[in-house]
T-cell receptor, first 116, second 114 residues
């Protein structure tokens, strides 16, 4: 079965510094990978996705993610963190079932705290 | 553009009571999902549907039932609520025909069972 792991419960970074939120995956076949962000008391918002092609994917709010097949990782990055980036971030993978339908598997989430 | 709408947003139930959470999407998506979110456990899939009239079990289906009578609606029912079902519930939808199959979420329903 497909899975994703987010090894850090929380990441702290100073405003203006680069940030990285880590995600590793385990899939058979080519992965469809996603990052979502959740602000307090809100639903999950789509940030970016990797399907195929360029290993560096650009998304919303200045975020990007690097797909690394050899390391089975899909880390979320941003060159310069903002206090407003403080939120809960989820990595997800699409899981294709034997019926040809699919569902999504989410990581446990990483709380990002950007300090002013 | 409403996207995915969940009702109610907040609800307090007594143990043993029943209730239904309603999810509606206006994107004509085939697939719909119900997740629950608990601290330290991320999102866990309860049930999902790949089309009108179909439903399937996810990771944590016990104590829940679902129905997809109309394509745009996906209902989650709790027949006899238990304190362990205190959680935040998220509905989501996706289009299998769209490249990348992005999944879109509602704003959540906060349920407390006392």
């Amino acid at each position: 079965a497909q899975s994703v792991a987010q090894p850090e419960d929380q990441v702290n970074v100073a405003e203006g510094n680069p940030l990285t939120v880590k995600c590793t995956y385990s899939v058979s076949g080519n992965p469809y990978l996603f990052w979502y962000v959740q602000y307090p008391n809100r639903g999950l918002q789509f940030l970016l996705k990797y399907i195929t092609g360029d290993n560096l994917v650009k998304g919303s709010y200045g975020f990007e993610a690097e797909f690394n097949k050899s390391q089975t990782s899909f880390h979320l990055k941003k060159p310069s963190a903002l206090v407003s980036d403080s939120a809960l971030y989820f990595c997800a993978v699409r899981d294709i079932l034997t019926s040809g339908t699919y569902k999504y598997i989410f990581g446990t989430g990483t709380r990002l705290k950007v300090l002013a | 553009n409403a996207g995915v709408t969940q009702t109610p947003k907040f609800r307090v139930l007594k143990t043993g009571q029943s209730m239904t959470l309603l999810c509606a999407q206006d994107m004509n998506h085939e697939y719909m999902y119900w997740y629950r979110q608990d601290p330290g456990m991320g999102l866990r899939l309860i049930h999902y549907s790949v089309g009108e009239g179909t439903t399937a079990k996810g990771e944590v289906p016990d104590g829940y039932n679902v129905s997809r009578l109309k394509k745009q609606n996906f209902l989650l029912g709790l027949e006899s609520a238990a304190p362990s079902q205190t959680s935040v519930y998220f509905c989501a939808s996706s289009d299998p025909g769209a490249r990348g199959n992005t999944i879109y979420f509602g704003e959540g329903s906060w349920l407390t069972v006392v």
